[in-house]
């Protein structure tokens, strides 16, 4: 049985020493133990003490804990849901894709009533708004995952409007060019014109971040975690 390694980590250039392009062709070379005898290094490039886990044991960490975003699975999933049912967690997932419904439910429709799907959507991109309906349609998905780059796209916007009181909205925070320009690094600097644009003016209700912390603590000072 092949070892899955997690997905955040499916390159060597957050460990230690490696640049990106080497990286990438000597993740395929190497085994597992090969792997876990590196470091991971933090945000800041700093070595830390950590190792990488498979997938298997990161779900054994996280089970009964906290939900598991994986959005880099779509490709394997078939091998991914056999460490989700052999350590008992498909119920804490969230499998993300960027794929059409029908492209979806043709490959993957055995897995769709075992764990929580959201689709991925460039809104600022043609066809956005046909996808989304056709999900709406045949599926319903829990939240859809939006992006855009163009901070003067009218789409933000339209989706609020076209998935109101159906289906949450999730933004992601980590770069500028999946929000429109309110990412985390602007948020630190204006959490209301950032983080507060996103959840008043776009309807976000989840928020994908780097920095868990500081958007709690925004979020409580608004009564609006607990």
Known sequence: MKRYIKSSVSSLEKIQGIGPKKAKLLLKEMTLAEIKSLKLKDKNGRLTEHTVPTLEEAMLVAKDKIMVNLDKAYSIFPQVYEVLERTGTANMVIMKGSAPVA????????????????????????????????????????????????????????????????????????????????????????????????????????????????????????????
Not at 108 to 115: A, E, P
């Open 103 to 226: 492209k979806l439910k043709k490959e993957f429709s055995q897995y769709l009533d075992k764990v929580i799907y959201m689709p991925i959507v460039t809104i600022d991109k043609d066809g956005a708004v046909p996808f989304v309906k056709d999900f709406m349609k045949q599926m319903r998905p829990a939240a859809f995952e939006l992006c855009y780059s163009d901070p003067a796209s009218p789409m933000p916007k339209k989706m609020k409007k076209l998935l109101f009181k159906k289906s949450l909205i999730w933004y992601n925070t980590l770069w500028p060019s999946l929000n429109g320009g309110h990412d985390d690094e602007a948020a630190l600097k204006d959490a209301d014109g950032n983080y507060g644009y996103l959840i008043d003016k776009l309807g976000a209700r989840i928020i994908q971040t780097d920095n868990p912390a500081y958007l709690l603590q925004y979020l409580r000072s608004r009564g609006l975690h607990e």
